[in-house]
């Protein structure tokens, strides 16, 4: 098992670099899934707004037959 006390400073910059390049990515990965996530939901919006002329008029011809 490995001490923290028998770590020299080249562990310690490699343990810094390597916490630093983690919180690079994980802040990356977030970004991209809510900007995903965000199109998602915008590209939803947008269907749901062509299929509701479309449903009413569907019921106005249902209700005038």
């Known amino acids: ?15 810094a670099v390597d916490i630093i390049a983690l919180v690079i990515v994980i802040g990356f990965l977030k970004w ?5 996530l965000n199109e998602v939901e915008i590209r939803q919006r947008h269907h749901l707004h062509l299929k509701r002329p479309s449903a009413q008029s ?4 249902t209700s005038e037959d």
């Open 1 to 15: 098992m490995i001490l923290f006390e028998e770590w020299g400073a080249m562990e310690w910059v490699i343990l």
């Open 32 to 36: 991209k899934i809510q900007r995903k």
């Open 58 to 61: 569907s019921e106005r011809e």
